[in-house]
């Protein structure tokens, strides 16, 4: 086997080197310890020169008692332990690269059924290396004393990333685990990857299994296609494939929602319910309620999705001129501030478009000074009609027909007779 220890020592910044130092040390210190290996994508992204994520580590005996070693040699608090015998050292508070070291015990992994988590038994570290996705993330690199360096890589994955090829372990790799149709996407788009031959036949056969992974699997894939820089292949590819369709037969990405996305530049940090509005912008209402209902999203996220729609419905009217401030907000206050900017950008050049920016710049901040406080204390009886004195203040403040503090004060008192009459 070929030894990489030059990638450990020259290729990683210092704090992962300190990383694999304290690994070597405690495997030859700690009993009940029979290996301790990197593993998964930090030794493909070593490999490729590509500065690794976080660190994930394979231990071969107790992961245990190594992980929690571990933690007390860089100062971080004791691991959480999982189900699957995993154990996570957070240490975003103690290095800037690494925000996370997760140790698992060397294991193998079956599948009860399609898309369910796995069942997970203890193995050693080629069992660990089977079980995983592609070629390309089932390598490891031992931090062990007497074989520091040497690659483990019984599937020909350091073949796979000088072919540039992802490459399943075996043809039901994506009906155990759908999330991995996801998942080569990311990476064939981020590493600049072909898939490999037979991986576009794997993938049909199996694609109609998105079904069964749960609404927030799918999203969380999906909200991670979102994170990366090049997403918008990422899309694209996912779309040609039918991944997108697998998620919700209504979910396509409309050319004009690529071209914003594909604006924006990469360094441009687009918060996750802008991108979920625009990735979504041009589906109608049953669509979008069908993607919200599949992704079991959270109501921030549901209401980005929902929003274009919504916006849709009543947007039209905002092109009447001389339309009064007070009634574009009345028109847009129900309306996700993700689903404007979205039709901001994706929209037609209408003069809808200026009323959107304005109320985004401008109307949405203005606010009347006044505040139920003062309604009180003029003596104005407390009850709904606090409320509706304070939105009649508001549209008079938003139309300029009020300005100090004062006139606010005295527009409410003018109009209290006639709600008092209601
Ligand atoms: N893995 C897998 N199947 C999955 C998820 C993960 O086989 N559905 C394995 C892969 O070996 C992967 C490793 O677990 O490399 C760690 O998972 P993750 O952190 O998601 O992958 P990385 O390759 O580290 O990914 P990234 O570079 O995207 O952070």
């Keep these: 086997m070929p030894n990489l220890s030059q990638l450990l020592t020259t290729k990683s910044s210092v704090e992962y080197k300190r990383v694999f130092e304290h690994c070597r040390d405690i495997s030859n210190e700690l009993d009940g310890v029979d290996g301790v290996y990197i593993v998964g ?17 394979s231990v071969v005996g107790d992961a245990k008692a190594f992980s929690q070693e571990l933690a007390a040699r860089i100062g971080a608090a004791s691991p959480d332990e999982s189900q699957f015998l995993t154990f996570k050292i957070r240490t975003s508070g ?26 997970v038994s ?40 000088m072919r540039k090829r992802i490459k399943v372990l075996h043809d039901s790799s994506f009906v155990d685990d759908p999330t991995r149709i996801f998942r080569a996407v990311r990476y064939a788009v981020r590493l600049g990857f072909k898939l490999d031959s037979r991986m576009n036949e794997l993938i049909s056969k199996s694609i109609a299994n998105i079904d069964r992974l749960s609404g927030t699997r799918v999203r969380n894939e999906f909200e991670l296609v979102l994170s990366e820089p090049n997403r918008v292949e990422m899309l694209r590819m996912s779309e040609e494939i039918g991944l997108l369709a697998a998620i919700s037969p209504g979910l396509r990405i409309g050319t004009k929602a690529l071209q914003v996305l594909s604006e924006q530049s990469e360094s441009d940090s687009v918060e996750l319910p802008d991108l979920l509005a625009i990735t979504t912008f041009g589906l109608n209402e049953d669509e979008a309620n069908q993607v919200v209902q599949r992704f079991d999203a959270p109501p921030a996220s549901g209401e980005s999705i929902t929003g274009n729609a919504q916006l849709a419905k009543h947007v039209a009217v905002l092109d009447q001129p001389n339309l009064a401030p007070s009634e574009v907000a009345e028109i847009l206050r129900e309306i996700p501030l993700a689903s404007i900017n979205a039709y901001i950008l994706a929209g037609p050049p209408l003069p809808r478009r200026d009323k959107l920016v304005e109320y985004v710049e401008k109307i949405r901040f ?17 009850g709904p009609i606090i409320g509706q004195l304070i939105d009649v203040v508001r549209r008079a403040k938003l139309d300029g027909k009020v300005s100090t503090k004062q006139d606010e004060i005295e527009l409410a008192k003018s109009r209290l007779p006639g709600f008092l009459a209601k």
């Design 122 to 161: 203890v193995s050693s570290i080629d069992d660990d290396l089977k079980r995983r996705d592609f070629t390309v993330n089932a390598m490891a690199i031992s931090l062990a004393g007497s074989d520091w360096g040497t690659l483990v890589d019984p599937n020909n994955g350091f073949g796979d990333v």
């Design 41 to 57: 994508g930090i030794v493909r992204d070593l490999i490729l020169d590509r500065a690794p994520g976080d660190i994930d580590l």
């Design 94 to 119: 103690i290095f800037s690269d690494v925000s996370s070291i997760d140790v698992v015990t060397a294991r193998a992994e079956s599948y009860a059924d399609s898309a369910a988590l796995p069942d």
């Design 366 to 382: 203005i606010k009347p000074e006044i505040t139920g406080d003062d309604l009180l204390e003029i003596g104005i009886p407390q």
